[in-house]
């Protein structure tokens, strides 16, 4: 290598270097206030903690099949492991059949937070 290519190329690892310095700070600091409830979350369990959170009170099967363009199958799958999480319960509790799900009361009560603060909590639920 040439001395100023090599130069050059010190150069842009140092920038680099810094930068991912920055990116681990400030991803730290995200996660050490970010709700433990939230972050349990995977992707698709955001949207949906987002649509409830926001937009309605319920789900149904058919609109969360919509939300996260998935299968009935697949979505039926999601919902009973879900509700084993203890993410969602069923809106009718006597039904035999899950057509509706609503947030559980933990995640509700953190649902309640952020309706009242939401520009506090923005970052969350991208």
């Known amino acids: 290598m040439t001395p100023w290519l ?3 190329v010190d150069g842009l690892a140092e920038v680099f270097q810094e930068a991912a310095n920055i990116v681990t700070e400030k991803s730290a600091q995200m996660t050490r206030s970010e709700p433990d409830l939230i972050r349990r979350l995977d992707p698709q369990q955001r949207m949906v903690f987002a ?5 309605q009170d ?5 609109e969360m099949r919509e939300l ?8 039926r799958e ?3 492991h ?3 999480e203890g993410f969602i319960e069923p809106r009718d509790q006597d039904a035999q059949r899950v057509r509706s799900i609503k947030l559980s009361a933990e995640y509700e009560k953190l649902a309640q937070e952020i309706r009242h603060e ?3 909590f923005a970052h969350f639920l991208k």
């Open 78 to 80: 999601k919902v009973s």
């Open 118 to 120: 939401p520009d506090k």
């Open 68 to 75: 996260l363009r998935l299968s009935d199958r697949s979505i």
């Open 82 to 84: 879900w509700r084993e």
């Open 6 to 8: 090599e130069f050059f």
């Open 51 to 55: 649509q409830l959170t926001f937009k």
């Open 58 to 62: 319920t789900l149904t099967t058919s």
